[in-house]
């Protein structure tokens, strides 16, 4: 299981960090990503990231700004969100896969999703 948090409301050129909390079994060996969605769109990948944490993957409109990590000790993964900008308001999902890939249908966690506003 999947728990998002950290979302909430924000100026644009403010930041959030999100966390996603994993439980009930060890995602340790798993590729973790990040996912956007707003209404009427399909999820969006974010960021990613390797089981080890030596491989990062990023989306063409947060590179730069956004940093995905892990602590595998805490079976958790972060998403610090730097200088927010309107069009990055969505509610944000975590998951997990078993190989990396920036496609949703390789992901077979997600955690319940969690809402960022950014306010211009």
């Known amino acids: 299981q999947l728990q998002a948090s950290g979302g909430g409301m924000v100026q644009a050129g403010g930041s959030l960090r999100l966390s996603c909390a994993a439980s009930?079994?060890?995602?340790?060996?798993?590729?973790m990503a990040w996912f956007s969605q707003v209404p009427g769109k399909e999820r969006e990948f974010v960021a990613g990231i390797s089981w080890t944490g030596g491989r990062l993957y990023y989306g063409d409109s947060v590179q730069g700004r956004f940093a995905i990590s892990r602590d595998n000790a805490k079976n958790t993964v972060y998403l610090q969100m730097n200088s927010l900008k309107p069009e990055d308001t969505a509610v944000y999902f975590c998951a997990a896969a078993p190989r990396i890939s920036r496609a949703t249908s390789a992901y077979v966690y997600w955690g319940q999703g969690t809402l960022v506003t950014v306010s211009s």
């Open positions: 009930g079994r060890n995602f340790r060996d798993y590729y």
